[in-house]
């Protein structure tokens, strides 16, 4: 990372580049053996009290003491990719929303307040794609009144990485007691390779419908009741495959949502004794020549940051991080 400006390190960064992305050195106990210096790139969330607030991609927040800097500047948003389809943060936000659809919502200016009894965090967390209408703190207050009349923790997503995304919503959430608990990867990916891929297909079902042998697959169900159903068959053009298994239960399943030029990929789960064996594979690619036929050209995904076997598998199929998304919940004290 180069900071040297006129054969010297610079600070050229103020309180007035809070919302822009930067690049800073500073000292810090926590460098590699050897080096006083760590560096830190990431939107400028916050300048207050002699403190910065840094919000890295990840979500991560670095508070580094302004008496520690030794350089500073802002930076260009991160180079657009170049393999795979192009997408911006608002279009890809809508239409994985589309995709998982709540029971029950509401608007708040430009937030979306959705509830779904409690069926997955994505179904029951506020949407906030714009501007509230409230004061920030008065829109928070809001939320929580919301899902407490309904008997729900209440969360917001929210996303960083991406350009337009909402690093400053997330360090406003800390500041007014909000904690992240749960973050994860939106990939992307071109859709005819997948279709393309060499994959036994043959023993994949597709259907419309969910059944309940699929739903004993389905891990994040529990006891299917009215909400789960209505939330896996929400959506443009749903898709379910299954993989026969021995009993009654699949041995893998997945499901696709089709939605213009999007496929959107979830639930796919395989039988723990029978991983390693092209399962996976042969769903997606099922998944994916039936969205080609409906005139899909992209494909998203997403994958939480600790489920190394499920990236590797995206990984090899030309999935590429377009940003991270994350759930904050009120920490009730």
Known sequence: MEFIGGGRLEVRITSADVGKRVSVRYVTDSAAAGEKFTDAVGVLTSWDKSVL?????SGESVRIAECTLVAGKTVPAAPAR?????????????????????????????????????????ANSVLPLGDPGLPIADALTHVRAWYEARELPAYVQTATGAEGTQELLCAALDRHGWRREVSAEVRIAALAPIGDLDADVSAVRLSRTVDESWLRRYQRSGEPGPAVRSVLTSGPSVWFASVAGTGQVPAAIGRCVVDGRWAGFMA?????????????????????????DEGASAAWLQVEADNDGARALYDGMGFTPHHHYHHYRWAEA
Request: hydrophobic share 40%.
């Open 53 to 57: 607030l840094i919000t890295r991609k």
């Open 268 to 292: 796919v789960e395989v039988d723990p004794e029978q991983r390693r064996r092209g399962l996976a594979t042969s769903v997606m690619t099922a998944l994916a020549r039936q969205a080609l």
């Open 82 to 122: 170049r393999r795979g389809p192009s997408a911006t943060f608002p279009e890809l936000a809508r239409a994985t929303a589309r995709a998982w659809r709540p029971v029950e919502s509401e608007m708040l200016g430009e937030w979306t307040l959705r509830a779904s009894g409690g069926f997955t965090r994505r």
